[in-house]
């Protein structure tokens, strides 16, 4: 990524709104007026209730579906707008979801080479692209195996290589984890960052785990439909310190007839560290 590329804006939402069914009585708002901005080369959580909204918000900027009212402008190109959709996400989105979807009776390299076929590539480009995207995920020596053959992990990693190969403006990933043991978790977030740091990649990542919330840079939470706050990431005392202040006993610490056991001092010490993150 260019430095110059820093300040564009991947992701714009103007009072995003998705309601779906039709009766009054069946009408949910998946979607209630989302504002929203992501800039090239960010790493963008997305935690929340189940229900709250999440998938409903990676949906419309993935163009998956068009949005009920509001705006949502991706790449330049505002969604509502456009004739084919499956073109354009094609063209700008890479889709990781919680369960991998690779396709069973085709290898890794197989895998990935899919969604590159019918543009145009000869067959030998689209091998190479392949292998180059599977060592990017750190699955070098696993070009040949099967889905089956692979760790729940591994098979995430070739479906992150899969969403990489139309050089994606934008990642969006459902929960890629969440069907992972911590370990495998771990590795598959790793790759995402990596993407991130070495190679600029943006990505929006929803999540139900604080520990791979923290992982990103910026953390949304959602709740019937909004974004009810925003919390940049800090360094790993600091968002400690977070989650030490939003507890029982940080609220505890922060009422007045606990900070008047304090010296003034040490009152303004507790004050500023809690009271400031919480
Ligand atoms: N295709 C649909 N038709 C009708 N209602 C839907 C549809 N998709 C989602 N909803 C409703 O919209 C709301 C938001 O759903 P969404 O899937 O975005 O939530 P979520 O935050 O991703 O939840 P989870 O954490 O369980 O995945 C829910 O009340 C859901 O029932
Ligand atoms: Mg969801």
Known sequence: MRASDKNRIIVEAFELTKVYGNGAATQVCALDGVNLEIHAGEFVAVMGPSGSGKSTLLNMIGALDRPTSGKVIVNGQDISALRDLD????????????????????????NVEVPMQGIGMSGRARRERAEELLELVGMQGRFHHL??????????????????????????????????DSASGDEVLSVFGRLNSEY????????????????????????????????????PFTEDLKVLARSQLGQALLRDEMLDMLSPEEREVVRNMLGRVA
Do not use: W
């Open 200 to 235: 600029g990649a943006t990505i929006l990542l929803v999540t139900h785990d604080p520990n791979v919330a923290r992982c990103t840079q910026r953390i949304l939470r959602m709740q019937d439909g909004k974004i009810v706050h925003e919390d940049i990431v800090g360094d």
């Open 147 to 180: 889905p089956g053959q692979l760790s729940a992990g591994q098979r995430q990693k070739v479906a992150i290589a899969r969403a990489l190969t139309n050089r994606p403006s934008i990642v969006l990933a459902d929960e890629p984890t969440g069907n992972l």
């Open 87 to 110: 073109s354009f996400r094609g063209r700008t989105i890479g889709f990781v979801f919680q369960l991998h979807n690779l396709i069973t009776t085709l290898t890794a390299r197989e």
